[in-house]
């Protein structure tokens, strides 16, 4: 292995595009990172592209994407996978579907977003009539809500394969459900089909494959389906060691979605938030509403203090019974306008159908309202939104 590293350079500028595919897989695949061929691979990456066949992209992406984890936020493709991206017609017109299944996964495990292949894969769904296994499927569809990029062809192919994909086993139909859910996308064939195969479905369902399939449900608003009782208690009957500290908080927010249905739901467990920091833009918020006389309380347990954080909101004026929520851009699917810029997630929709179920009034800051404002240079203009849009009251 350290002698092709040392050979690096001399194997990217002399090797066939194929054959730098296997030894990239070859490295991937034995978990041996081995940055100087990364980096060769990298220099000639178009060629290499260029000559590769879909099954040698798939291999590259999938390759670079194993042994180079995100470091965060979402950014430009880096030159491997920007070259994979770029042969994007290629790949969904000659792959075959396990090949483009991989690709796709490839850009999402690294956090990277794909401009050329989701978008044609979207456009071009043929591709999902012609993979025999529902698990290429529901990987793709994963890719898409990982990278929060909306799909309503693909959601639309999903539901009208519905039967294929539920009955073809507890990991693909989870995983389905999850990301459809997470989309807000409109497949409600696979819906109903979920609802009618519930039985079959959780009897070959891990623990925690029933958690997100009971989260799915109820977060696609349905959470009064008989078959979340179904999959909620395949899911509790796997609490000893079984059941992660996330299934637990997946649960937790099924039985808040679940509504009247919620006595059925029966599980003891205490809500296990993850560390977050203070908002310098909710701080700023919270002294706005203060100055405008808005008695508030922040990070608010208005739906239930037995959910702790898992759905507190950003303010609660209880006053007026005024919910208001700071979206960011995890908040909303990849738009034409950039990041964060399309119509909001499945989840976010979610919770404000809950809140308002409560009787409470739901108001979002979308984060680009929030620098539209900031860049008119005063605090003002955000202050006067506030006294408008929280407060309801005329601008003076």
Not at 13 to 33: D, V
Not at 245 to 260: K, S, T
Not at 287 to 304: I, N
Request: aromatic share 8%; charged share 20%; net charge negative.
């Amino acid at each position: 292995m350290e002698a092709v590293a040392a050979r690096a350079t001399y194997l990217a500028a002399n090797s066939k595009p194929q054959e730098l595919s296997a030894l990239a897989w070859s490295f991937a695949a034995l978990s041996y990172p081995c940055p100087p061929l990364f980096k060769a691979i990298a220099s000639v990456a178009g060629d290499v592209a260029g000559g590769a066949s879909p099954q040698s992209l798939a291999n590259l992406a999938w390759a670079y994407s194993t042994l180079h984890p995100p470091r965060g936020e979402r950014e430009d493709p880096p030159p491997l996978l920007a070259a994979v991206d770029a042969a994007a017609q290629g790949l969904v017109e000659e792959g075959r579907p396990q090949a483009v299944s991989n690709a796709a996964w490839a850009f999402a495990a690294n956090n990277t977003d794909a401009p050329n292949l989701l978008p044609l894969l979207d456009s071009s769904p043929s591709w999902l009539l012609r993979s025999p296994s529902p698990q290429s499927v529901a990987n793709v569809l994963w890719a898409y809500a990982t990278l929060r990029r909306d799909c309503p062809s693909l959601a639309a192919h999903a539901a009208s394969d519905a039967e294929r994909l539920v009955r073809g086993g507890g990991t693909a139909a989870a995983l389905a459900a999850a990301s459809l859910a997470t989309l807000g996308a409109d497949a409600g064939g696979f819906w109903d089909e979920l609802e009618r195969s519930a039985g079959e479905v959780a009897g070959g369902a891990s623990a925690r494959h029933a958690c997100n399939l009971a989260w799915a449900l109820a977060v696609a608003g349905r959470g009064g389906s008989p078959a979340v009782k179904v999959f909620w208690d395949r899911a509790a009957a796997g609490e000893g060691g079984e059941l992660s500290w996330e299934g637990r908080n997946q649960l937790l927010q099924v039985r808040a979605f679940a509504g009247g249905g919620a006595g059925e739901l029966r599980g003891d467990w205490e809500p296990v938030a993850q560390a977050g920091g203070r908002s310098a833009h909710a701080d700023r918020v919270g002294r706005f509403l203060t100055e405008l006389g808005a008695g508030h309380e922040r990070e608010s347990q208005v739906v239930s203090e037995d959910l702790g954080p898992l759905l507190a909101v950003d303010f609660a004026i209880p006053s007026t019974r005024t919910v208001l929520e700071l979206d960011g851009p995890t908040h909303f699917l990849w738009g034409e306008a950039g990041r964060g810029r399309g119509r909001e997630t499945g989840t976010t929709a979610a919770k404000r159908r809950l809140l308002e179920s409560r009787g409470w009034r739901v108001v979002n800051l979308p984060w680009y309202e929030s620098r539209r404002l900031e860049k008119e240079g005063t605090e003002a203009a955000e202050k006067e939104w506030l006294r408008v849009h929280v407060l309801g009251e005329a601008t003076k």
